[in-house]
């Protein structure tokens, strides 16, 4: 049986920063420490074991952008990391099979602008980086055969440019209802698709193999497995013109090295992601969500195992497991342009798979079997897995960790996937943020749990400041996290630490709705979508304001997407809170039905259409209940956020309470979309913060804020 390797007693011991010999001279986190933040990203262990290739990701306050850079550490713990590339754009490490180079992405700058990355090669045993690729609009997901003969990748292809009278129009015929997306400040291009695309892998410097593009149509490819043998390509796609009207999820396929026709090996009733092929190449593991049968709203990930051949039955590894395979827990520090993978590891026999699962606003890693399903924890701690991956043998591991107090470092650990063989504590390989926050003093969440107005139990966490004194009166902030199924839990949340460094008490709860509590919590909310989960957030706040410390008459409120239409619900329900701050939240149910870059044309929301249901859109919408606000509210907004458009959210909020003469205020930020607060401009992120506090503080504390008055 497995051994399970306890982390806590680990992370209590070297997570944490080392405490100063006075703590009274240690200072409070600020909101511009964030520049000073340092991400790992996307680590990569070795093939032999003896060292992990991770992107790290830092902030260039002057030149307001992030910058990513490969480093090595060895997994013995022997010395720090050391720097592997020179450039500022490199990212997405990936071994050879023999550990002898390092293939990975680089975007050079040229005429001041960022060039699509291409595939560089380096020599470990030293060198420059050279690149091997030079498509035109770039590589992605390299990918190496198992005999490190060929690299795979993906790049987008379409047609040629026009020729004739040198014409190139400009003006867009759209023909499919998805035609924007969050973070792509264009139109979506439907003529270019992500294809397939494999080289052999160059012997030396002057050896300069060609790319084979080896799929092709209107379709996209992704998520790259190769078989053992190298002969074939396994991928995921979805192959309908527009899935929204059957809601057709990914399934999976596989193609010839050299191309040639498509094979479809599987598909289930829902949507197929991560995979992984075993060593033997008789099956593939992989993420599926099972939409269910009414559709819901809430899908929870499953594990599921097929065999590698055409038209196999997949069957689902963890039906019986109530909580989320692959998830992961919602903050604001997952390293911006870094990428971070959390893969299916099939051991080589194809009898165990390794894998992460999300349970009660943590992450930890399990251990599947696959003949009996059996499940046996691997790691158990409050924290999130945040990336990982494991050598060929499956018995070494490396994981980037991160916890309520520390963004996230690596640990290694060593197990073996079948037996009760030694293991050994896990081991921390990096401190990166150590010698900032070993001058930071931070406070440390206290979970509760407590019941809502019918029975429910609710998780949550309240943050104190950090000079917190029991016998004062401190406001309070509500936090209210966005999906609406996601959670939030035992990650790092700059956020969160700093409205504690500014004097508030933090309040954040998972209320119905939020997953790592199983599938019918998670859709227990379906058509019911704002209302209970209102009034578990409630019963939270009646909760914390029990214990004495908390000033109920200075109540705050604030959330982002989700969260920030739940945040415009809250202050159209009650007047008990004096201050809101709604981040790129929805107003109007009706009018987002139609602009979002989503579709909700499957009953997943709403059981109708809007023309076909008005009464249901309206009374779930904010706005309509707008004249119930008597709170000062804020609108934070990104002018590119096409998830939850401005216009049928804080703009239509903003314009209703400055008709009632109601203290509001809309926050613009340009270039930025739905993922502002997460990999926004290092700059915006701290005006956003800024601005929080900034209403906050007027309307919670008394400090009137010029930037606010009516010119």
Sequence with gaps: ????????????????????????????????????????????????????AFTRVSVNEKENRYETSLYVVPTDGSQP?????????????????????????????????????????????????????????????????????????????????PTGDGHHSDVKVITKATYRANGNPTYVDVAHHSHIFVMR????????????????????????????????????????????????????????????AMTKIAAIDGSIGTIAVSGNGKTIAFIGEERGKPIRSYSQPDLWITDATPNSTPKNLTADYDFDIGGGIGGDQAAPRGG???????SPDGKDVLVVAAEHGSSNLIHVKVDTGRITPLTDGNHDVVAYSATPAGNRLVATLSTQTNIGDLFFLDYTPAGDANHHAPRQLTHVNDELFKEIQQSEPEEITYKSFDGKTIQ??????????????????????????????????????????????????????????????????QYHYPGDDYKDLMAGVDEVIKKGYVDPNRLGVTGGSGGGLLTDWTVTQTQRFKAAVAQRDIADWYGFWFTADFTLFQPTWFRKAPWEDPQDFAARSPITHVANVTTPEMFILGDQDYRTPPADGGEMMFRALKYRHIPTVMVRFPRENHELSRSGEPWHRVERLQHIIGWMDQWLMGKKNAAYTTQ
Excluded: C
């Design 81 to 161: 990391p050391r720097r592997l590339t020179s450039g500022i754009r490199d990212t997405s490490p990936r071994w050879s099979p023999d550990g002898k180079r390092l293939a990975f992405l680089r975007a050079v700058e040229k005429d001041g602008k960022a060039q699509p990355p291409q595939i560089d090669l380096l020599d470990m045993d030293g060198g420059e980086a050279r690149p091997i690729t030079e498509v035109k609009d770039g590589a992605a997901a390299p990918t190496w055969s198992p005999d490190g003969k060929y690299l795979a990748f993906t790049s987008s292809t379409g047609p040629a440019e």
């Design 340 to 346: 971070n993978r959390r893969p299916v590891l099939l």
């Design 1 to 52: 049986m497995l051994r399970r390797l306890s982390l806590a007693a680990a992370l209590l011991l070297t997570v944490l920063p080392p405490a100063l010999p006075h703590a009274q001279t240690k200072r409070f986190i600020t909101e511009t420490d964030l520049f000073k933040f340092t991400w790992i990203a996307d680590p990569q262990i070795a093939p032999d074991g003896s060292s992990v």
């Design 460 to 525: 949550g966490w309240i943050l104190k400041p950090p000079n917190f004194d029991a016998s004062k009166k401190y406001p309070l902030i509500l936090e209210i996290h966005g999906g609406p199924h996601s959670a939030y839990g035992n990650v790092y949340t700059h956020e969160f630490q700093w409205f504690a460094a500014k004097g508030y008490v933090v309040l954040f709860v998972n209320p119905r709705g939020s997953t790592t509590y199983g599938q019918e919590f998670g859709n227990i909310i």
């Design 201 to 260: 892998t160059p012997a030396d410097a002057t050896d300069k193999p060609i790319p084979q593009q080896i799929t092709d149509g209107e379709f996209d490819e992704g998520g790259l497995a190769w078989a053992p043998d190298a002969s074939q390509i396994y991928f995921t796609s979805v192959r309908v013109a527009e899935p929204y009207y059957e809601d057709a999820g990914a399934e999976l396929y596989r193609v010839g090295r050299d191309g040639g």
